[in-house]
């Protein structure tokens, strides 16, 4: 397994290690030079080192630049993050769930293998892999290794039922992924096994925290807020400063599901509902995007239609996501002619599903109330 990785990212160049946030960047020159280090089998250069030892408390392991380090080549395709759902399948139930049903569907192994790589293809560097529950997929730990052997630096994010497993944990030792995003729902055992529907869950959940804590696995908890566990709010983030000592962020906002059904916004705790920030537009589309479960790709994880199904039309489709990108900030239906486009706190595809799901504007809309 290589210690570093160089690789061109959105037209600068990196040095990384695998399992860490931080980079070092370098300039196309000596990028190349660690191309052609690698390619005639020359020794690390002495700036490499100096880099390696500045940026990570560490110095360069002895041996072979070419077992150190592996270089990606440059992609003509300009992306540089990904999202991928292995699988919608869940081991929780949550009322909330932006993806609606979830039912345990995906691509075969050899069919994942072609996905993976032609993620590195297309530029790829920064890649989440999600669910549905991302852990309980059968092949994950096998995509996730091979995900790693391709350069890809890869954050998973997880509800942590599976943390505790002893084969999780040995995993993630081996190899450190660079960030586990948790959700949390729930202070307590009452609390936590209601919301998520799963007896016995926050016993699970918590026995996973305290393993991925002693462990120094790089966790980011996301607190999420319902009308089922606000009044643990003040408990739950008391457990992730005192009891875990984890970074992390507060969601209050429910949407609708990914297919515009307007259930999860029955969970919402109104009193907790926080403004967005002024949405000015994103790269979904131009240099990220976002891969279901078969393989079909999106703009991101919200606008999933049009689509290009990488597994039938392959890597030259995924250019199209730009186009597509561009025509879905359309503002159509009921936001045509809108006098608050300059302040909107919601982007085009979001609008479109809360919409479609009864068009509550108070949820959304600043002509409605919203963030007013």
């Not at 690698?38 to 392991?61: E, K, M, Q």
Request: aromatic share 8%.
């Amino acid at each position: 397994m290589h210690t570093l990785i160089a690789s061109p990212f959105l037209g600068q160049y990196l040095v990384l290690r695998p399992g860490h946030v931080k980079g070092v960047g370098i300039p196309e020159t000596r990028y190349e030079e660690l191309r052609a280090a690698v390619d005639v089998g020359r020794p690390a250069p002495s700036w490499l080192n100096d880099a390696v030892t500045a940026a990570w408390g560490t110095p360069l392991p002895a041996g072979d630049l070419g077992d150190l380090l592996l270089v990606r080549d440059p992609s003509p395709y300009g992306y540089g993050k990904a999202s991928w759902e292995i699988n919608l399948g869940c081991d929780h139930d949550c009322g909330f769930c932006y993806l609606g049903e979830k039912r345990f569907e995906g691509l075969e192994w050899n069919d994942k293998v072609r996905l993976l790589t032609m993620l590195r293809d297309a530029g790829v560097l920064w890649l989440q892999i999600t669910g549905g529950e991302a852990l309980i997929d059968r092949q994950f730990a096998a995509a996730y290794e091979y995900a790693n052997d391709l350069g890809i630096m890869v954050q998973i994010s997880t509800n942590g039922s599976q943390l505790h497993k002893t084969r999780m944990q040995e995993l993630f030792a081996r190899l450190r992924p660079y960030r586990l995003t948790v959700s949390l729902y729930g202070a307590t055992a009452a609390t936590y096994d209601a919301v998520t529907r799963n007896r016995g869950a926050w016993d699970r959940f918590s026995r996973g925290l305290d393993a991925s804590r002693e462990a120094g696995l790089p966790v980011r908890l996301n607190i999420v807020i319902s009308d089922e566990n606000a009044h643990e709010i003040d408990d739950m983030v008391r457990l992730a400063e005192d009891r875990w000592s984890f970074p992390y962020q507060v969601f209050s906002n429910m949407s609708p599901t990914i297919r515009g059904e307007a259930s999860p916004l029955a969970s919402q705790a109104a009193k907790h509902l926080k403004p967005r920030r002024v949405f000015t537009g994103c790269n979904a589309g131009h240099t990220f995007f976002h891969v279901d479960p078969h393989g079909i790709a999106s703009i991101c994880k919200i606008g999933r239609d049009p689509s290009v199904n990488l597994m039938t039309e392959g890597l030259t489709a995924l250019p199209r996501l730009g186009n597509i990108a561009e025509s879905l900030q359309l503002r159509t239906g009921g936001c045509s002619g809108c006098t608050k486009v300059g302040i909107c706190r919601t982007c085009r595809p979001l609008a479109k599903l809360y919409q479609e799901a009864g068009d509550n504007r108070s949820l959304y809309c600043q002509h409605g109330g919203y963030g007013a």
